[in-house]
């Protein structure tokens, strides 16, 4: 009897009362995807409608991104403890609150609390994980996981079109109500999924997730106070030298607590270090370059003096399309992977990565320009975000793949944070004499990106990165918290 292969072979492995969850995860997932890419190509006309500057409007996706690394670990592991169907329900709640704000904010602050709020939207990938590995065995898991992130790209990308063609039909202030709506089906899946079973039953370092969330605020404020007061201004100095100090004594606290927020002897390990130095690396370039590439591409070049002119919904076909690239190189990580080996595959895509940045920082006039920065940093980045999660797993202890994998989360997230403030610095820093963004500021984002990335490719060639088993290198999630497969457990037990 031949065996069944494929996705139809995968779903008769799943357990009858399994596909059911299976299939309102991956609505739940959809409509993530669909949030996360609506307000991508609306970034200008928010900036319009509050009147504030490209500088400060990046704070849009920044606040989100902080937001998500302070509450992801934490709302994780209240998933680990009191169930990870509870907690979930209690994040698309959150997420509902923060589309309904975003559309009815009367003003800028409003509007970046609704993003902070938006934050938890990331924890719903990892809640997800741990409800399948509980119900399914672990080769189906994988599987199921992979059905999810491709569900969530494809959201995006239909999310990014959705976001522009919404404001060519109907007005932007009506428009923004339509995430609200998406939301829905947020709300019929989640209450239709059944709690897990298994608990944890760690202690949460309270005070370690205090300590980051403090040291992080004092940072970010600094650098934004940096920004609006100018480099001689004494506040700011104070600020980021406090946030350095309360760094300096979070870490003391974490490397003496017996559960910390994270992780720091994992983090400095000689053969996960590198590659959590490439994953910060990484998610500077990605969450940080978003909002100025949009807010450029949209900028008139005539009345500006910078930018390519797209309306807003060519700008979300662009965004389609360069998510839609990155997605191919993850797609081909394996394949490329069998043929040249894993260090050649990262070495390499770090490279194509800053090529296409170098040339959009020379080349960036016309509007075929942006697709070849699509093509090639797409490319490389997707086959980045296709291998480096994998390769973290497999280089962490048999019995921390999910903590390892949480901090290459959290680094990506701290990354994209990091270079949102500091893309903001440049804009405002180098403005124009009448205060708006100046092409020479976009050009030295562009730079920076680049060098982002050709750093990342020489630390991937001088580390020990060894070859990844096929059967690993997916494009799978980072989670936040370890998950135990119950039926692995059960067999270990009845088999010793």
């Not at 970034?43 to 920044?62: C, N, P």
């Not at 008139?300 to 930018?307: E, N, Q, R």
Request: hydrophobic share 55%; no cysteine; charged share 10%.
């Amino acid at each position: 009897m031949t065996r069944p292969t494929g996705t139809a072979g995968v779903l008769t492995r799943i357990p009858a009362d399994a596909r059911g969850i299976i299939a309102l995860l991956i609505v739940l997932e959809f409509v993530a995807g669909l949030l996360q890419g609506f307000y991508d190509p609306l970034v200008k006309l928010f900036a319009q409608a509050y009147e504030v500057s490209d500088g400060h409007i990046i704070w849009f996706h920044t606040l989100q991104g902080l937001s998500a690394a302070v509450t992801v670990p934490l709302l994780a592991k209240f998933g680990d403890m009191f169930g990870h169907r509870r907690i979930l329900r209690i994040a698309v709640g959150i997420v509902i609150a923060s589309t309904l704000l975003t559309a009815l904010a009367p003003d800028f602050p409003l509007l970046l609390a609704a993003r902070i709020l938006a934050g938890p939207i990331a924890v719903w990938l990892p809640l997800e994980i741990a409800l399948v590995h509980q119900r399914v065995d672990h080769a189906t898991a994988r599987r199921v996981i992979g059905w999810l992130v491709s569900v969530l790209v494809l959201g995006a990308v239909i999310g990014n079109i959705l976001g522009g063609l919404s404001v060519t039909l109907v007005p932007f202030s009506v428009a923004l109500y339509v995430p609200v709506i998406l939301m829905i089906g947020a709300v019929v899946a989640v209450l239709r999924i059944p709690e897990t079973t298994l608990r944890a039953a760690p202690g949460i370092d309270g005070w370690g997730l205090f300590g980051i969330a403090v040291s992080m605020v004092l940072l970010l404020t600094g650098m934004s106070r940096l920004a609006d007061d100018g480099l001689g201004a004494p506040l700011p100095w104070i600020l980021i030298a406090t946030a350095l100090v309360s760094f300096t004594v979070w870490a003391w606290w974490e490397r003496r607590s017996s559960n910390p927020a994270v992780d720091l002897r994992m983090l400095a390990s000689p053969r996960l270090a590198p590659l959590y130095i490439v994953g910060f690396l990484f998610g500077f370039v990605l969450f940080g370059f978003q909002t100025p590439l949009a807010t450029f591409a949209a900028s008139d070049p005539v009345s500006d003096g910078y930018g390519l002119g797209f309306p807003t919904f060519m700008l979300s076909l662009v965004i389609a399309i360069f998510t839609i690239i990155t997605a191919a190189g993850s797609a081909i990580v394996n394949t490329l992977t069998r043929w040249i080996g894993t260090k050649t595959v990262l070495v390499t895509a770090a490279l194509i990565s800053a090529a296409g940045f170098i040339f959009f920082a020379v080349q960036h006039s016309e509007k075929w320009h942006i697709f070849v920065l699509a093509v090639l940093a797409g490319i490389g980045m997707g086959l980045l975000m296709g291998a480096l999660p994998a390769l973290v797993a497999e280089e962490a202890p048999a019995d921390s793949t999910g903590i390892a994998a949480g901090v290459y989360n959290s680094l990506r997230t701290l990354g994209g944070a990091l270079s949102g403030a500091g893309f903001s610095i440049v804009l405002i820093t180098l403005a124009n004499p009448g205060g708006g963004a100046s092409d020479v500021g976009y050009t030295v984002i562009w730079f920076t990106a680049a060098s982002a990335f050709l750093i990342a490719a020489v630390v991937l060639a001088v580390s020990k990165t060894v070859s990844v088993p096929e059967s690993i290198l997916l494009p799978t999630p980072t989670g936040t918290m370890p998950v135990h497969n119950p039926i692995e457990r059960e067999s270990r037990h009845e088999h010793p």
